[in-house]
């Protein structure tokens, strides 16, 4: 189990084209920078470039601790948060 | 154990899981099994083959807790869920669902409910290699209106 510091950070993690337009499958950032979903989306628009693009788009689906979660939820340090596109398994 | 889930990049035998949907279901007499393969064309253009991902952990759970919505809904035995990911070829298996029950209707149900379920819900991502490059897949709107029958 992480301890101290660590377990504040938030991992965040990209899937499918969100990871490849990204160019990065997971970022951490701290619990300080993100209260909820909308708050993380508006940390990483801000970030502006494929970041800006990715988030502001509305088809975007999004799981907290692998369950699925509407944006309105709330985050905890040590949470582990996943941004994807509509899924096309099967 | 009367529930299997697995997700594997290597292909699976049909005929080796339906042998364990066999095992210890004596009083089941009705067997469905569903394989989803890879086709060679897709939304018009020619398929050469498929790349697919998944969230290794959520797609796991995602499957098992299908699999026991299923066994809420319906009386069924056992329940086998295979879906491979990575490079997979023209006529390459992807997905195998198996369902036991003492009756037909439910072994039916029960397998396409986990399907259409499947479909909208696991974290599972196509993507496709074409004549122009490759792409991926975008979720078919037909999809969620075959799940919300259930």
């Known amino acids: 189990m992480a301890i101290g510091k660590t377990k504040q950070n938030i991992k965040v993690l990209f899937f499918a084209q969100f990871r490849e337009q990204l160019g990065c499958e997971q970022i951490a950032l701290s619990a300080s920078e993100a209260g909820s979903i909308e708050e993380i989306k508006a940390n990483l628009i801000s970030r502006g470039g494929q970041f800006e693009k990715v988030f502001s788009s509305a088809n975007l689906l999004v799981a907290v601790n692998q369950q699925m979660v509407s944006s309105n939820s709330t985050i905890q340090g040590g949470d582990e948060v996943a941004f994807f596109p509509p899924v096309t398994g099967g | ?150």
């Open chain 2, 1 to 150: 154990m009367n529930t299997k889930i697995t997700i594997q990049t290597k292909d699976f035998s049909p005929g080796d899981e339906i042998n364990w949907l066999e095992q210890e279901t004596s009083g089941d007499g009705a067997l469905v099994t569903f394989i989803g393969k890879v086709r060679d064309h897709n939304q018009g253009q020619e398929v050469a083959n498929l790349f697919l991902e998944h969230y290794a952990g959520m797609a796991e759970r995602c499957l098992e807790n299908i699999a026991d919505q299923a066994r809420a809904r319906w009386q069924v035995g056992k329940i086998c869920i295979i879906h491979r990911v990575g490079e997979l070829n023209i006529n390459d298996n992807i997905v195998f669902v198996g369902v036991t029950s003492a009756h037909r209707q439910d072994a039916f149900y029960a397998s396409q409910f986990i399907m259409d379920y499947l479909k909208i819900n696991a974290p599972f991502w196509k993507k496709e290699q074409t004549p122009r490059g490759s792409r991926w897949v975008e979720a078919k709107q037909q999809d969620q209106s075959e799940a919300q029958k259930w």
